[in-house]
T-cell receptor, first 109, second 112 residues
Framework: GIQVEQSPPDLILQEGANSTLRCNFS?????LQWFHQNPWGQLINLFY???GTKQNGRLSATTVATERYSLLYISSSQTTDSGVYFC???????????FGKGTKLTVNP | DGGITQSPKYLFRKEGQNVTLSCEQN?????MYWYRQDPGQGLRLIYY???????QKGDIAEGYSVSREKKESFPLTVTSAQKNPTAFYLC???????????FGEGSRLTVL
């Protein structure tokens, strides 16, 4: 099955800094989502982005499907951005999202 | 409000006991999923169901069972055959025509 690698595994920022999280996947995909898991464990949808670029406030995401990677940009980070960010693609006609191990982000005040 | 409700949020179990985790959704979603998360790890798929009375094994189905008698409900039973049941369990659902997966708040199971 598809392999998913996320980098960096851990990231510590000061409030106001910008960051880029990367997701590499081993095969072509027909779906890719980014999630944020807050410190209480809740997973929140950020983006559905199998290709192209999307923006939502301070967050944006780009997927280059032909080169098998996706990037999540966080600008002007806030302490509430802390948590774990997961990338989860699916491939072919599968309904199964495959999760990477995530990037743990800590934003300090 | 529409959403996915998991219960209980915390559960303690003795070895050898079966436990059932509840997942209810009022989003009218067709597909429902159960994932397991271990500390510092991503999510792994246990079972999923795309329609009522039908479900498929995911990557780590051994020691678990599910049922889908109603569209709204997809309970997960962690049986005594599951060797390492202590974990965080997450239920999710998805509408047929949409691609986004939505999650409940999770159930944390600890085996004593």
């Amino acid at each position: 099955g598809i392999q998913v690698e996320q980098s960096p595994p851990d990231l510590i920022l000061q409030e106001g800094a910008n960051s880029t999280l990367r997701c590499n996947f081993s095969d072509s995909v027909n779906n890719l989502q980014w999630f944020h898991q807050n410190p209480w464990g809740q997973l929140i949808n950020l983006f559905y982005i199998p290709s192209g670029t999307k923006q939502n406030g301070r967050l944006s995401a780009t997927t280059v499907a032909t080169e098998r990677y996706s990037l999540l940009y966080i600008s002007s980070s806030q302490t509430t951005d802390s948590g774990v960010y997961f990338c989860a693609p699916t491939q072919g006609g599968s309904e199964k999202l495959v999760f990477g191990k995530g990037t743990k982000l800590t934003v300090n005040p | 409000d529409g959403g996915i409700t998991q219960s209980p949020k915390y559960l303690f179990r003795k070895e050898g006991q079966n436990v059932t985790l509840s997942c209810e959704q009022n989003l009218n979603h067709d597909a429902m999923y159960w994932y397991r998360q271990d500390p510092g790890q991503g999510l792994r798929l246990i079972y999923y169901s795309q329609i009522v009375n039908d479900f498929q094994k995911g990557d780590i189905a051994e020691g678990y069972s599910v049922s889908r008698e109603k569209k709204e409900s997809f309970p997960l039973t962690v049986t005594s055959a599951q060797k390492n049941p202590t974990a965080f369990y997450l239920c999710a659902s998805k509408a047929e025509l949409l691609r986004e997966l939505f999650f409940g708040e999770g159930s944390r199971l600890t085996v004593l």
